[in-house]
């Protein structure tokens, strides 16, 4: 993968239970090469055509859709 663009950079707030907010980058990529592999932060990673994800984790599909151009 490639970053090509910086779509967005939102904020998260913290949760009530801790006191640490977030900035999630979001970056717009190409593949370039290569074959995915997981990390120590990761079971298992894949490529999933936005089009077929039936149930997204909180707001993440508006992510997708910045991402796209949606």
Do not use: Q
């Amino acid at each position: 993968m490639r970053p090509t663009d910086l779509v967005a950079a939102p904020y998260i707030d913290a949760p009530a239970y801790g006191p640490h907010g977030a900035v999630t980058l979001l970056y717009r990529c190409v593949v370039v090469d290569g074959e995915l592999r997981p990390s120590h932060e990761s079971v298992r990673v894949a490529y999933r055509d936005p089009e077929t994800v039936d149930s997204w984790f909180g707001d993440h599909a508006s992510y997708v859709e910045r991402a796209v151009g949606r």
